[in-house]
């Protein structure tokens, strides 16, 4: 009697902490894309965080999926801070990334950055792998396209709102991980394959968010 009394003890202590896992939802899908949100990165450069340095993403208009506005601001060490405005027309379908942010710029695109589309999202939930990714984004001739391919999943450290929380991720080649939401389906760490000094493109890691 007593062993039972024991096993069942250890039994409901193993449950108790497993059930945060196993309860909660996937798919954080009831975290969106909302106007006001605003996302701090930090920069990462030739593979290592610059904790030191970060830059930030502020949406101004949401009509998510169809159409998302941000503003983003990058400081400059000794240099005027760069800025610009990105309208997203295509986060449902596209498969156009562009992670280089080009001073001044204020256009309508769809390249996702720093985002991916909800039809990649889904092709990653369902098959591992979305085909014909074009990290360069729209025109980049020099980028041919390629497959996004889930590595593992994993639980991303970030702060929302002054609180830390896990957000649930997929680790993918090219250096992504991506934010398992299909409402906000965001590139949480970018780190890119190719050299700063002659690509102008440097990697971010998320470190908050705030609605």
């Known amino acids: 009697m007593r ?9 409901l202590v193993i449950c108790s ?9 996937p798919f954080e899908d009831n975290l969106p894309i909302q106007t006001g949100m605003k996302l701090k990165f930090i920069y990462i450069v030739a593979h290592m965080e610059q904790r030191d340095r970060t830059w930030t993403v502020e949406i101004t208009r949401n009509s998510f999926p169809n159409s998302v506005t941000y503003k983003w601001s990058r400081p400059q060490k000794g240099k005027v801070d760069m800025t610009g405005t990105r309208i997203l027309t295509d986060l449902k379908l ?4 562009n992670p280089l942010f080009k001073r001044d710029e204020n256009e309508a695109t769809t390249d996702t950055a720093p985002w991916i589309s909800q039809q990649i999202l889904l092709e990653l939930r369902e098959r591992s792998t979305a085909v014909n990714f074009r990290e360069g984004g729209t025109g980049a001739l020099n980028w ?18 002054g609180k830390q929380e896990s957000l649930r991720a997929f680790r993918l080649n090219k250096g992504m991980v991506v934010w398992n939401n299909m409402n906000n389906p965001l590139v949480l760490e970018y780190e890119p ?3 700063p000094l002659f ?6 890691k998320l470190v908050s968010i705030e609605y």
Request: glycine share 2%; aromatic share 14%.
């Open 3 to 11: 062993k039972s009394f024991i096993l069942c003890c250890f039994f």
């Open 17 to 25: 902490v497993a059930m945060p896992l196993f309860a909660a939802d």
């Open 94 to 97: 596209s498969r156009n990334f």
């Open 144 to 161: 041919a396209a390629r497959s996004l391919n889930l590595k593992e999943k994993i639980l991303f450290p970030v702060t929302i709102n």
């Open 193 to 195: 394959l190719s050299v």
């Open 199 to 204: 690509t102008s493109i440097t990697g971010w």
